[in-house]
């Protein structure tokens, strides 16, 4: 991969541009993606960043907008779910359809797991892929994620359970 990818915050003007990732992505991100449907709206996007906004001021979320170098829209990689308690954040990922297969959310991964290392108190990342979203897969496996093993009826998906792989990033001792 060629171009410099970066994450920063999401801002009010990336909403247009976030929408169209989305809509350009539904069939990559449907199956996994509870939040990508057919009727995701400008308003949905908009809404979503201001969400990613007031979790970034209360600190319940850290979701960043994945960008390149001069500053084109990729996707978006961040922390949520987040237990104080034990020190322990879920990391999502996606990357529009036109962006997939040039290592965009492994180099996301690894900048969201380097910024909660050096930003938070967190000590555990758990990335959770679907058993049949390999390419989910293969991107914690590059980006250094240990892989820990198989969850039954782990996520729900479009109204079904599904198992799902867990993988681990955790500070060093």
């Not at 960043?49 to 994945?66: K, L, P, V």
């Not at 990357?95 to 290392?117: C, D, P, Q, T, Y």
């Amino acid at each position: 991969m060629a171009e410099t990818i970066r994450i920063r915050p999401y801002q009010e003007p990336d909403a247009p541009e976030l929408y169209a990732a989305v809509r350009e992505s539904l069939v990559e991100l449907t199956p996994w993606m509870p939040w990508a449907h057919p009727e995701y709206t400008l308003a949905d996007a908009a809404s979503w960043i201001t969400t990613t906004q007031s979790g970034h001021a209360d600190g319940s979320m850290y979701d960043f907008a994945i960008v390149t170098g001069d500053g084109r829209f990729l996707g978006g990689c961040g922390l949520n779910q987040i237990s104080r308690f034990n020190a322990v954040a879920n990391l999502g990922y996606w990357v529009r359809a036109s962006a997939m297969g040039r290592g965009v959310a492994v180099k996301a991964v690894k900048l969201v797991s380097e910024w909660a290392l050096r930003n938070t108190d967190l000590n555990r990342l758990e990335i959770l892929a679907a058993v049949g979203n390999l390419r989910s897969q293969r991107v914690a496996e590059k980006a250094g994620a240990l892989r820990e093993g198989l969850l039954r009826k782990r996520l729900m998906l479009r109204g079904h359970t599904t198992d799902a792989v867990l993988f681990s990033i955790c500070r060093p001792d």
